[in-house]
């Protein structure tokens, strides 16, 4: 089983700057088995990258993915107010079919 | 627009039953293999079960196989977890999600039906 590793766990800043947020696997994974979410409080997540670097329907471009193997970045360019969320990373694989890292808080700084 | 309502959340006593509904609606149903998620209070996702397209193919997470079961109902557009033997741990929102094409990712995710288990 893959195991998702997400850093660091908060991260504090403020609107308009630039946001990078890790997310390492215990072994080697294929790009196109590797997502990203955001969840805000009280609402479901929302899919933003899918096939680590492309971005899905209606999501900003400010938001890109990008890595191979075990290291993954997902970077958000110019925080709006509404980016402040938190951050999953997503495996896909036969057993278990979806595997998520612990996820990474972004706060306003 | 896609959407996906759950339904059939409550409390339950441990070892008790609980079946969660989830009814689809905005895309093919049947062309896509769904899942269920859930989230414990404050914590992180966790994946929990999955289905494909034609319900032939099931998956099951190690802390819920033997206990829990997935179906789905493809005429009424409507998945469903039956969950037995039910556990303090098991405490959760439960969403339901839809997969992409080749349910690489899941693109479209319910609010979620929360599951209460407690004496």
């Known amino acids: 089983e893959v195991v998702l590793t997400q850093s660091p766990g908060t991260l504090s800043l403020s609107p308009g700057e630039r946001a990078t947020l890790s997310c390492r696997a215990s072994?080697?994974?294929?790009?196109?088995?590797l997502a990203w979410y955001q969840q805000k409080p009280g609402q479901a997540p929302r899919l933003l990258i899918y096939?680590?670097?492309s971005r899905a329907t209606g999501i900003p471009d400010r938001f890109s993915g990008s890595g191979s193997g075990t290291d993954f970045t997902l970077t958000i360019s110019r925080l709006e107010p509404e980016d402040f969320a938190v951050y999953y990373c997503?495996?896909?694989?036969?057993?278990?079919?979806?595997?998520f890292g612990q996820g990474t808080k972004l706060e306003i700084k | 627009e896609v959407q996906l309502l759950e339904s059939g959340g409550g409390l339950v006593q441990p070892g008790g039953s609980l079946r969660l509904s989830c009814a689809a609606s905005?895309?093919?149903?049947?062309?896509?293999?769904m899942s269920w998620v859930r989230q414990a209070p404050g914590k992180g996702l966790e994946w929990v079960s999955g289905?494909?397209?034609?319900?032939?193919?099931?998956y099951y997470a190690d802390s819920v196989k033997g206990r829990f079961t997935i179906s789905r109902d493809n005429s009424k557009n409507t998945l469903y977890l039956q969950m037995n033997s039910l556990r303090a741990e098991d405490r959760a929102i439960y969403h339901c999600?839809?997969?992409?094409?080749?349910?690489?990712?899941?693109?479209?995710w319910g609010q979620g039906a929360l599951v209460t288990v407690s004496s």
């Open positions: 289905i494909g397209g034609s319900g032939s193919v099931t």
């Open positions: 096939a680590a670097s």
């Open positions: 999600a839809k997969g992409v094409a080749g349910a690489t990712s899941l693109d479209s």
């Open positions: 997503q495996h896909f694989a036969n057993s278990p079919m979806y595997t």
């Open positions: 072994q080697s994974v294929s790009s196109s088995a």
């Open positions: 905005g895309f093919t149903f049947k062309n896509y293999a």
